[in-house]
């Protein structure tokens, strides 16, 4: 079963745009971590946010996390082309030791 | 430092016969995890190794998927007999203590179809 689920599905922007997206769970978690997957590749993990953090920031992409309302964001600003991904949450459930991923963003720059 | 590696990248085969994926994780890496992925799906946990034994295979199909990893480095998963359904990539990733909140590391992947 997905612990995260993101959202939107898929979100279509204009390259220099800042692209937002969210992934929601269910269970406590020791963190979560985001990650990203180009076409016909492997994943690239991101970022990383634990438990007792609330915001984190990596270049351009900036994740917050509310573990009260068991969600984070992922935003990444001033979009380029090469951004063109999907991007997947996956969470460190609380004693499972393993990540469940969620079912991703599928984002697409245009230019 | 060099990445996780897989092979084959990709593999046709018929329904019924079977298949194997080679995995090798980053050096010093003691723990290693089979994915599944299917088109437009997130990946799915299937064996995850604690050098070189077992931490959870809960979601393997045991009927027809095996996994190994010999003196904890290198892993093989085997799909016999192979199924329409079992069409996905399947990743390999590794890290060094996910209990210690490390990420996890990700070979390429070897896209299976099966026909």
């Known amino acids: 079963s997905q612990q995260g689920e993101e959202d939107p599905q898929a979100l279509s922007i204009q390259e220099g745009e800042n692209a937002t997206m969210n992934c929601s769970y269910k269970t406590s978690i020791n963190n979560l971590q985001w990650y990203r997957q180009n076409s016909g590749r492997g994943l690239v993990h991101l970022i990383l946010?634990?438990?007792?953090?609330r915001e984190k920031h990596s270049g351009r992409l900036r994740v917050t996390l509310d573990t009260s309302k068991k969600s984070s964001s992922l935003l990444i600003t001033a979009s380029r082309a090469a951004d063109t991904a999907s991007y997947f949450c996956a969470t460190d459930a609380r004693g499972a030791q393993k990540l469940v991923f969620g079912q991703g963003t599928r984002l697409t720059i245009n230019p | 430092e060099a990445g996780v590696a897989q092979s084959p990248r990709y593999k046709i085969i018929e329904k019924r016969q079977s298949v194997a994926f080679w995995c090798n994780p980053i050096s010093g890496h003691a723990t290693l995890y089979w994915y599944q992925q299917i088109l437009g799906q997130g990946p799915k946990l299937l064996i995850q190794f604690q050098n070189n034994g077992v931490v959870d295979d809960s979601q393997l199909p045991k009927d027809r998927f095996s996994a190994e990893r010999l003196k904890g480095v290198d892993s093989t998963l085997k799909i016999q007999p192979a199924k329409l359904e079992d069409s996905a990539v399947y990743l390999c990733a590794s890290s060094l203590d996910l209990a210690q909140g490390a990420y996890q590391a990700f070979g390429p992947g070897t896209r299976l179809t099966v026909t």
């Open positions: 946010i634990r438990s007792n953090e």
